[in-house]
Each structure stands twice: as C-alpha cells, then as structure tokens.
C-alpha cells in the first residue's frame, strides 16, 4: 500500500497483530515517519514510512472526531 493514501485518523489493519491480541491501529502521526496508536491498549510505534507500507495490510477507516457542544 502507498502511504500517500493514509491521513491522520484513518484506521488501519497491520499484518501482524500486536503482542496485546489487536490488529487495528489510528495514524496519529504522518510524514517521513508514521505513528500508529494500538486500539486496543494505547501503546504508540513509530514506524519509518517504508516499513509502514509493508507492514499494513488494509484500511479500515475513519476516526470520527468527538465535537464540543
């Protein structure tokens, strides 16, 4: 997959789950390095953008913001 699809929020699928049993992640951070943010118990990575685009497996979607009101 190409990084220039992924924006921060989107939540993606890695091929591999993380040590905690998840598998989805939320971009918090893009550029020359991708942060991700387990879903399941918090933990960030950060991932140079090659290694990022080898790891993911799909995108699942969009996190809604939570609006004040």
Wanted: proline content about 4%; glycine content about 10%.
């Amino acid at each position: 997959m190409e990084a220039s699809e992924f924006q921060l929020g989107d939540i993606v699928q890695m091929k591999k789950p993380h040590p905690c049993g998840g598998n989805e992640w939320e971009i918090t951070r893009v550029g020359v390095d991708f942060k991700i943010k387990c879903l399941k118990c918090g933990r960030t990575v950060m991932l140079p953008r090659w290694e990022f685009e080898k790891k993911t497996k799909k995108k699942l979607g969009h996190k809604e913001e939570e609006s004040d009101g």
